[in-house]
């Protein structure tokens, strides 16, 4: 049975995790509620795939305390290991084999029955658009299929909980928004992913949380917008269609005036509460307003402010616009 969105499919506590002098984990406290997509944003070597491998029983934490969908993580690792499902930024497919012969591998390892798991490799070839290339060698297979064939692979023992590693890391746009299609099929059928990424894009469309690592520990967590409303610039833009509106407006609010444009930016953090309080002044004043858009610093601003690090996102862009 899907666990409800109301409950809890891992709690960590003072996770800590060294490699010899090298701290990678310092006190890492997490809550991620099932059913939901929980995000691990970071640069590289901020500890978000140590997270992943100690969660998943690749490794041992130092110190810390984890429970996974209800299951203590050192007293029961295979009740962990039963209910969860692994795929990393490398597909771990076999290109000698075909994609069917992949699933059914998958399906003896998980002592399906031959029956049983040729039933459920033909329903995940199907589930992932991979029925015309069932019998051929995943070595001949797309990237973007290889990732669907590697997420296939990992639901054919049905886990309840998913970590995505850096999945869609070398796709191009149109498969990688394949794969945002399929996470939110997954999470829509009562399943856990947690989705570590350094596209901030996939992290805003996709996660219901997102925790932001820098040098080991938790620097901010929270959804994405109120992730934004946390760093300085967020605005609300105020159009007129007379001079003297925007005279008035600018006179009552402060805020940067556009006379051109008969615009005026006033600064908020982009929260209910602030945009109430200014549409009651202008109210008050009874200043005419055209058109009203809320402005909010983007993913890229949060991450580069909390970490002091562009994202890989933000270099590709950076090096394409040369």
Do not use: C
Not at 79 to 107: F, S, W
Not at 255 to 263: F, K, M, P, V, Y
């Amino acid at each position: 049975m899907a666990p409800h969105a109301s409950q809890t499919a891992i709690t960590a506590t003072g996770l800590h995790k060294s490699f010899g002098d090298h701290a990678v984990l310092e006190g890492i406290d997490l809550e991620v509620p099932a059913g939901t997509v929980f995000s691990l944003l970071g640069p590289n070597g901020a500890g978000k795939t140590t997270i992943v491998k100690i969660l998943s029983t690749l490794i041992s934490a130092d110190s810390g305390h984890v429970r996974i969908l209800g299951h203590d993580l050192d007293a029961e690792p295979d009740a962990v290991r039963a209910a969860i499902g692994v795929t990393g930024q490398y597909a771990a497919v076999d290109g000698l084999l075909t994609g069917e012969e992949n699933l059914m591998l998958m399906g003896s390892l998980h002592h399906l029955g031959r029956r049983r798991a040729r039933q459920r490799a033909a329903e995940l070839l199907e589930r992932f658009d991979l029925v015309d290339a069932a019998k051929k060698p995943a070595s001949t297979y797309s990237g973007g299929m290889h990732r669907r064939l590697d997420l296939a692979m990992t639901l054919v023992g049905d886990p309840r909980l998913i970590f995505l590693d850096e999945p869609t890391t070398g796709l191009d746009p149109r498969s990688r928004r394949g794969m945002w299609d399929i996470t939110r099929e997954l999470v829509a059928d009562g399943v856990t992913v947690v989705l570590t990424t350094q596209y901030l894009e996939e992290a805003d469309r996709l996660a219901d949380r997102i925790a932001v690592l820098d040098h080991g520990s938790i620097v901010a967590q929270g959804t994405a917008d109120e992730l934004k409303r946390r760093i300085p610039g967020g605005h609300i833009r105020l159009t007129f269609a007379e001079a003297g509106d925007l005279e008035s407006a600018a006179r009552t609010l402060g805020g940067s005036r556009d006379d051109t444009a008969l615009a005026l930016q006033v600064p908020s953090d982009g929260g209910l509460d602030s945009l109430r309080a200014l549409i009651d002044r202008v109210d008050a004043e009874s200043i005419e307003v055209e058109e009203l858009s809320v402005h909010t610093p983007d993913l890229d601003d949060v991450f580069l402010s909390l970490t002091g690090h562009p994202t890989t996102e933000d270099d590709q862009r950076k090096a394409a616009s040369r």
